[in-house]
Each structure stands twice: as C-alpha cells, then as structure tokens.
C-alpha cells in the first residue's frame, strides 16, 4: 500500500466538518482502531501512522485521541470487538485488513471506516460499485480482478504438464472466497483439477501442505496469500492487525 495515500485519507476524514464541529466544543476527534492481534508488525504499522499524521500536523493527544479494540487473535471474537468500538462513538475508525472491515461493517453503516488493504469491495457488499462506491467504506484495493487466474497460469508453467493443483485455502478470509472462486474458473478453462487444503489457524499450514504433497499434487498454489503469511508470523510473535 501506499503508506502517504493511507495517510492523508485518514487525515482529510479526520478533519472533516463532523470532527471540526467536534473540536469546537472542546472535543478532540477520536479514532478507533479495530484489530486482530497484538503484534510487533502492528505496533510498526500504528506508529507508521501516528508519525504520518503528526508529519501532517495532526498530533495524537493534542489533535485527536486513539481507542483500541482487539480481537486477541480469535476471529469470532471480532464481531464483539467491532461493536465495543461503535460504542465509544469515534469519528472514525481504522480496520487494517479486510478481515476487520467485515466486522466493522456489520456493527456500524454511519462511521467512516477507512481500510489500508480492503479487497473485493463491491463482492463483500462495501460498496454499490467502484465506479459510485457510497457508503461508509473506504480505502487501498491492492486486489485486482483477473491476478489468481495469472498466478494459476504460471503455476502451470512453472511445473509443467500440471493437472492438479493444490490450494492452500484460508477460510477465514474473507477475500479469499471470491480469488478461490476465480482460481477454479480458470482450472476448469485450462483443465486443471483444483485441490484445496483449508486452513483455519497457523498449525493448519504445515498439515495442510504436508496432505497436499502425500496427495502427489504437482504445483502449489497458495490462496490467501496474505493471510497464510499472517498465521506464519503469528508463530514467530507478530501477526496481522
């Protein structure tokens, strides 16, 4: 993502006429921040942020105040966690990923909520179109249309002859669902089976590639590619907001 654009969208949202009006009475906007995990990769993010705002002149405790709500790396827990956040009434609210963009949508249609890696927008219901999105949704798509189905094709050239293709599958991505989708469709065009191994957690992933291998499957594709790196880091300490 581009870290200034992120920024400075957050910046413009948080010093709009709502938060303005908000700073007249001597109250200071306030932003939430809805996420998975506590992390070392988090905490890089958060202050990444927090220097690109003062950079733009907006100082936390000075300009405006940050809340937290964390889902303590349980995914059902973030329903709860989203709507604890509504409930402090913040101006606005920072879902790092698509994961946490769902939960927040679910609890609020009225709080901006501003998302640095949102992907399929329109599919998940964020917003009517791309071309007159509306709504309270927004955000950086690095996800784009037609990208599984290259990546299925090189898979193909990489190993040669390939019939059968594993998928690491995490199904608690919800971006997942629709590149899984794209990435059968395209199997089927080039005769291609495809097999998915589901992932739930970060002890899923080593068993769900050790099934595919004893499986014989040539090729490996490896669907929700941020998420599987999100389970990995979580082993070693860090892991996705």
Do not use: C
């Not at 000075?62 to 973030?78: G, H, I, K, P, T």
């Not at 964020?126 to 599984?148: C, D, H, Q, W």
Request: aromatic content about 4%; overall charge positive; proline content about 6%.
């Amino acid at each position: 993502m581009r870290r200034r654009e992120f920024i400075g969208l957050l910046a413009a949202i948080a010093i709009s006429p709502q938060a303005v009006l908000a700073q007249t009475t001597k109250k200071r906007p306030l932003v939430g921040w809805l996420y998975y995990s506590e992390s070392d990769v988090v905490a890089r993010f958060l202050g990444s942020l927090l220097k690109g705002m003062r950079e733009l002149g907006q100082i936390e405790g000075r300009d405006f105040e940050m809340v937290y709500r964390s889902a303590n790396l349980q995914v059902e827990r973030l329903p709860k966690a989203a709507e604890e956040l509504v409930q402090l009434n913040p101006d606005i609210i920072v879902a790092p990923a698509t994961l946490q963009a769902v939960a927040a949508k679910k609890a609020t249609d009225t709080i901006p909520i501003v998302v640095p890696v949102l992907a399929d927008p329109v599919g998940l219901g964020f917003v009517a179109s791309e071309a007159r999105p509306g709504g309270n949704v927004t955000g950086i798509a690095p996800y784009v249309k037609g990208l599984p189905a290259k990546q299925l094709e090189l898979a193909r050239e990489v190993v040669p002859g390939a019939r059968r293709i594993g998928l690491v599958d995490d199904v608690n991505d919800p971006k997942a669902h629709p590149q899984r989708r794209e990435i059968e469709a395209t199997g089927k065009e080039l005769e291609i089976k495809i097999v998915p191994a589901q992932v739930r957690t970060a002890g899923d992933i080593g068993s769900a590639y050790d099934a595919l291998a004893a499986g014989g499957r040539r090729g490996g594709h490896r669907g929700a590619e941020q998420h599987a790196s999100r389970f990995a880091q979580t082993d070693s300490g860090s892991g996705s907001g």
